[in-house]
């Protein structure tokens, strides 16, 4: 029983410490994060995910919410969805992450997210594309 605890205890330590090493992990984490926000329409906890550009184009969680559930209904509320490639360039500066979506009207669409590392070394997303009836062509 003492080495169960000291193993899951140890998997809790080393898994946000490998987490943060690999940044297409951590881009993934941060996407699922904000398509959990918006599945739950909470405007705040999606608006902490964009990154400063965003935040200076769209000012207020609320004006930024309804954009994305106007202009980006595929990742707003998604039916399924999968990652799918990735890159990382400038040693992890930047984060492409490919994302294959099957709308809530079984349309199928390819968002690209650009995530940008911050000067305080997390991650935002800077910007993100979508592609309707797409396949992956990689990134």
């Known amino acids: 029983m ?11 330590i080393l ?3 490998a987490r943060a090493e690999d940044p297409v992990l951590t881009a993934q984490t941060l ?3 904000q398509i959990e926000a918006f599945l739950h329409n ?10 400063p550009g965003i935040k200076a184009l769209f000012p207020d969680k609320d004006i930024f919410f309804a954009m994305v559930k106007k202009s980006y209904q595929p990742v707003y509320h998604p039916g399924n969805y999968a990652f799918g490639k990735s ?3 400038d040693n992890g500066a930047v984060v492409y ?3 294959l979506i099957t709308g809530t009207d079984d349309k199928d669409w390819t ?6 590392r911050q000067p305080d ?15 992956s062509k990689g990134i």
């Open 97 to 99: 992450q490919e994302m």
């Open 121 to 135: 070394g997390s991650y935002k997303i800077g910007s993100v594309q979508v592609l309707p009836n797409t396949t």
């Open 42 to 51: 909470d405007a705040e906890a999606a608006y902490s995910f964009a990154a």
């Open 2 to 12: 003492r080495a169960l605890s000291l193993a899951v205890t140890l998997c809790l």
């Open 15 to 17: 898994v946000p410490e």
């Open 111 to 116: 968002a690209i997210y650009q995530i940008l």
């Open 87 to 89: 890159r990382a360039i």
């Open 31 to 33: 996407i699922q994060g």
